[in-house]
């Protein structure tokens, strides 16, 4: 039972907690928010640039694995979808943002401290929630490989490349590939992009998270399709060589994504008030 359903034994009056007031955005506010983004990577680079190349380091290791375990062919969908626990891997970008808006000090034993006490909160269930998507990306990887290519094998990363783009069943295999690979996407997108930094700020179930930022998201669709595709190419471009642009581009993204989520969710206090942010 969560805290929003929780009834005082004594049959008081319960202490509602509403829901977070989510706030439409427009193309200009995610505009602002990457200026903010980019602001705060210059303030803060160390911090940034140490969690990004974490992250490549992450990235390349899974893919330099499956080449050594001889599925080469698995390169480009792992690659792919190690971009989506994306969100996880920026909560130590979230918590560099939001101590720079309180002006609170920052260190790597706070950032990281902060990391890891989300192991017994409610973001850590999140985790289960991008893994899940994870092995559903994978599961359908496989299962489109065995329907359009057989279960033929490859000695090489280029013995595939070249019969996914000069076959029929190759360009059919990468046609539906990519499109089965967004619709995945645009669901963990919306499930996460507001999310993450809410769980990380405050107390909140991750049922009530993700509701809140599906909601963000259906609100201004326009705006938020819009940053899911800047995240999308800059992710797919940063990774291509060998992950490195990852360093740079993924703390910029991570802040950004902090800022963004200030401007569609009213802070809790001022919904309880009712009082302009």
């Known amino acids: 039972m969560t805290e929003n359903s929780q009834l005082p034994a004594d049959g008081a009056d319960s202490q509602y907690r509403p829901m977070p007031v989510v706030r439409p955005i427009t193309t200009s506010d995610v505009l602002d928010a990457l200026a903010s983004g980019l602001r705060d990577f210059r303030k803060a680079p160390i911090y940034g640039l140490g969690i990004g190349a974490f992250f490549a380091a992450g990235g390349l290791f899974i893919v330099l694995s499956a080449s050594a375990l001889g599925m080469s062919y698995l390169s480009y969908p792992l690659a792919a979808g190690f971009a989506l626990i994306g969100p996880f891997a920026a909560v130590g970008l979230y918590e560099v943002s939001r101590r720079q808006e309180i002006g609170a000090p920052l260190s790597w034993h706070a950032i990281l401290g902060t990391m890891w006490a989300q192991k017994s909160r409610e973001l850590s269930w999140m985790a289960f929630v991008v893994l899940f998507v994870q092995i559903m990306w994978m599961y ?60 990380l700020e405050e107390d909140r179930d991750f049922i009530t998270a993700m509701i809140t930022s599906v909601k963000a998201v259906a609100v201004s669709p326009v705006p938020m399709i819009g940053w899911a595709g800047i995240v999308t190419v800059t992710l797919m471009l940063s990774m291509a060589p060998a992950f490195l642009g990852l360093i740079v581009t993924l703390p910029v993204l991570g802040h950004t994504t902090w800022h963004l989520y200030r401007k569609c969710v009213e802070p809790e206090a001022a919904a309880a008030t009712g009082s302009p942010v």
């Open 140 to 199: 359908q990887v496989r299962l489109l490989l065995a329907v359009f290519l057989g279960f033929q094998s490859f000695t090489s990363f280029q013995d595939f490349i070249s019969e996914i783009v000069s076959t029929p069943e190759g360009l059919m295999f990468l046609a539906v590939g990519h499109v089965v690979g967004a619709i995945l996407s645009v669901v963990l997108f919306s499930l996460t992009v507001i999310s993450f930094p809410l769980l």
